[in-house]
């Protein structure tokens, strides 16, 4: 019995001396002092080694999109590392094609800063701020559709262009979470720079939507960063065609906004889908674009009404409707935003009719 | 049987609510390889395995998928709708293999009985014989799928 006491006694110290020396190493062996982190040649920041490139990062309130919370699973975070990221990890390569691989991207998120570092960031994201908000309005738009409104707390003001997302912050409410980004398409008129409305679609079991429907209340704070993102309208005056189902309202709705606000002229017609007319939102919102901008047309599609609704308008799959009733569309730019299997189709509709490949510009789900 | 450090670490992430509101495990106290086993009996039981499971699965998604959301007809008197949602989820098995965040529901027109997968769950049945603990909000009961989809 003395001879199991005292065994278990020596291993226990052993364990411990070793946990000891692990502790002491990681603070005194793998300390990596202060690195440099030089961004673009023109800034360089300095940071403590030993984290991940993406938190060094954030600590200096520079947000780089990443959906994981850095652990590596979303592949949002690339940017390009020019000298001192060390080797390419295996948990990075999934992510990244092989021309990103030349170009020397790498995930933000995997690379350690042990010394100093060279990277690259596009100029846009430089300018990506983190924001307070404080939820001053929830609607229901569909049975699991919200309108969330926020209000950015002090005298802060969002500078975005139309068609650009932000990243919500939500934070740990469920044993065993942990804070995780998602990106929305900001709703909003982006004039109204004191203000952020985001269209949520609930995802079953989802981290952040649950968080939004379940337990956001009016009032509440939390952090958003932005924006970001490449969809927007271009600068020609060529006639543009939307094509949105679901939330996918959210970012046609800004853009829609963005016309009014700077006069556009610009011919245009929006064909948003849904299911059945109760999943349809917004509608008089939308169809008083009608009256306010130049050349405006909003065309509603159900795919399959219910005969107790009494829709009258078109009916079919929002890709069926585009194909039936838009004419000369070589001409057209197209702006889609909805699920991967929507843009799918809609880009060989589009293709059909005409439009170039070039000209189809798209904000995916995915 | 002693778990491994592995599967001591699989099963917190799993209890987790890292990838899923709520986790996979859902109640479920028993160990993930003693889910696995029980649910791959389940399958086998039938006269069915985990591989043809799956391939039936992926192809009723396929087909409902070109109904945009709408529910189309995927064959043997069922209907398939398909919903999709921003963002990929991943698997919480370590290693890298992410999805598509799109929701199968297959529904038996003559009997009403329905069942709801994601992209997820057919490779979680698939790789892993994993089809989420009792109590999981997502949990496919083996036996429900397999009477609605064969």
Not at chain 1, 25 to 38: L, P
Not at chain 1, 150 to 171: H, K, M, R
Not at chain 2, 9 to 23: E, H, P, T, Y
Request: hydrophobic residues 40%; negative net charge.
């Amino acid at each position: 019995m003395v001879t199991v006491f005292i065994s278990v006694l020596v291993i226990s110290s052993i364990g411990g001396v070793l946990a000891l020396l692990l502790v002491l190493s990681e603070k005194f062996i793998a300390n990596y002092g202060i690195c440099t982190v030089d961004i673009n040649a023109e800034k360089q920041i300095e940071v403590q080694g030993g984290q991940s490139l993406l938190s060094c990062l954030v600590e200096e309130d520079i947000f780089i999109p990443s959906a994981c919370g850095g652990r590596g699973t979303c592949g949002y975070c690339k940017l390009k590392v020019i000298e001192g990221g060390g080797l390419l990890l295996p948990t990075e390569t999934p992510f990244l094609s092989d021309q990103e691989q030349k170009d020397d991207i790498r995930l933000s998120c995997q690379v350690k800063v042990r010394n100093d570092i060279f990277i690259e960031i596009e100029k846009e994201l430089l300018s990506v701020r983190q924001y307070e908000c404080i939820c001053s309005g929830i609607e229901d738009l569909t049975h699991d559709i919200k309108l969330f409104k926020f209000g950015l707390a002090g005298s802060e003001e969002i500078d975005f262009i139309a068609g650009q997302y932000v990243q919500l912050l939500t934070p740990v409410y469920f044993k065993g979470g942990e804070e995780v980004y998602r990106a929305y398409s900001v709703a909003s008129d982006p004039l109204n720079k004191g203000a952020i409305e985001l269209i949520i679609r609930l995802v079953p079991n989802g981290i952040c939507t649950t968080y939004c429907f379940e337990h956001l209340s009016i009032g509440d704070t939390i952090l958003m960063n932005g924006p970001y993102g490449e969809f927007h309208l271009s600068d020609t005056e060529s006639p543009m065609v939307f094509i949105a189902g679901g939330s996918g309202m959210a970012p046609i709705r800004c853009i829609l906004s963005h016309m009014l606000n700077t006069g556009s002229k610009r011919k245009a017609v929006y064909y948003f889908g849904a299911n059945k007319v109760s999943e349809l939102f917004m509608i008089d919102e939308i169809k008083q674009f009608e009256n306010d901008l130049d050349d405006f047309r909003f065309v509603p599609v159900v795919a399959l009404p219910d005969p107790a609704e009494h829709w009258t308008g078109l009916t079919g799959l929002v890709t069926e409707a585009v194909e039936s009733d838009l004419e000369n569309a070589a001409d057209y730019e197209a702006y889609l935003c909805g699920s991967p299997g929507m843009i799918e189709a809609s880009g060989k509709v589009l293709a059909k009719l005409g439009v170039p490949e070039g000209k189809i510009y798209f904000d995916s789900f995915a | 049987m002693k778990k491994t450090p592995e599967m001591e670490k699989l099963d917190n992430f799993l209890r987790s609510s890292r990838i899923v509101a709520g986790g996979f495990m859902g109640e479920d106290i028993r160990d993930v390889d003693e889910v696995i086993v029980a649910d791959t009996r389940s399958v086998e039981r039938l006269g069915y395995s985990l591989e043809q499971v799956a391939a039936r699965m992926h192809e009723i998604t396929h087909i409902a998928k070109e109904g945009l959301g709408v529910c189309v007809d995927v064959g043997a008197g069922l209907k398939g709708c398909v919903d999709e949602a921003k963002g990929r989820i991943v698997c919480p098995w370590p290693h890298p293999a992410s999805f598509d965040k799109r929701l199968t529901t297959v529904t038996d027109v003559e009997s009403g009985k329905e069942i709801t997968w994601s992209d997820l769950h057919i490779h979680l049945i698939e790789e892993h014989g994993f089809f989420e603990g009792i109590g999981s909000a997502m949990r496919i009961e083996p036996v429900k799928l397999i009477t609605i989809i064969f």
